[in-house]
């Protein structure tokens, strides 16, 4: 069965750090470009952070840059997202995505998880 769960969404204070994981089952994540997203209630999904199968281009998004860091780990078929300096505003639903090629529309990926909620108390 082909799926993409994601998981380690939490509850934190202002300043924490989280690592959310994406685990694939079914298919190679290191064949495909990978995308995190994320929508907070009442807002838009938007796209956070990108890494390409060749792993030499990754992408993050302005809100992010210098706080958070993908990576993946090919043994465990899974993809990483180290969260830094979490603010309140990076409260939202967190999705990730395998596709082709980098860009801001998680619908364009064939594969999707389900998203994992993260929280940042103030």
């Known amino acids: 069965q082909v799926q993409l769960v994601e998981s380690g969404g939490d509850l934190v204070q202002t300043g924490g750090s989280l690592r959310l994981s994406c685990a694939a089952s079914?298919?190679?994540?290191?064949?495909?470009?990978i995308g995190w997203f994320r929508q907070a209630p009442g807002k838009e999904r938007e796209g956070v952070s990108c890494?390409?199968?060749?792993?030499?281009?990754?992408y993050y998004s302005d809100s992010v840059k210098g706080r958070f860091t993908i990576s993946r780990d090919g043994a465990k078929n899974t993809v990483y997202l180290q969260m830094n300096s979490l603010k309140p505003e990076d409260t939202a639903v967190y999705y990730c995505a395998a596709g082709r090629l980098c860009n801001g529309y998680m619908n364009t990926y064939p594969y999707r998880g389900r998203g994992t909620q993260v929280t940042v108390s103030s």
């Open positions: 890494l390409t199968t060749s792993g030499l281009n990754i």
């Open positions: 079914g298919f190679t994540l290191a064949d495909h470009t």
